[in-house]
Each structure stands twice: as C-alpha cells, then as structure tokens.
C-alpha cells in the first residue's frame, strides 16, 4: 500500500482563503472538492471543471477529510 504525502497536494496558508486547507497551488477549497463528490460529481466532472487539479488532488481531499474524521475525539453523553 502506497501512502499519499498529504502536503504534496493540500496546503493552508492565512493568506489564502482565510487559512481554509486548499488544493495546493490553487484557490480550491478542500470542502468545495468533498461537497461536490457528495452531490454526486464524478472524479471526470471535477477534472474537467477544475483543469488545474489532477485524480491526486481529490484522492488528497478524501485522505485529508478521513484522517480528521479518525483523529476526532467521541464523548459519551453518559
């Protein structure tokens, strides 16, 4: 299994949308990448929307959003 280097494709910066993590070397928010693939839009439709991002980059956006999912902390209520 071969592990993706998050930092070759995400980056964050103040400068740069707020600090919001981006598609590195664009604008592109990560959050805009994930809503659009939970709406539905393909890997194809994305490529082609956005000519500046590659298959990595979104493969970078869901690695990204799973290892903040895994890493959060679950309180009981009890």
Known sequence: ??????KEHISRD???MFGKPVIKGTRI???L????LAMGETFEQL????PRINQSSINACLLY???L???ELVY???
């Open 1 to 6: 299994m071969v592990i993706m280097d998050i």
């Open 14 to 16: 103040p400068k740069i």
């Open 29 to 31: 928010p990560v959050d």
């Open 33 to 36: 990448i994930l809503e659009k």
């Open 47 to 50: 490529l082609l929307a956005y």
């Open 65 to 67: 959003a799973s290892l």
């Open 69 to 71: 999912i895994k890493n």
């Open 76 to 78: 009981s209520a009890a």
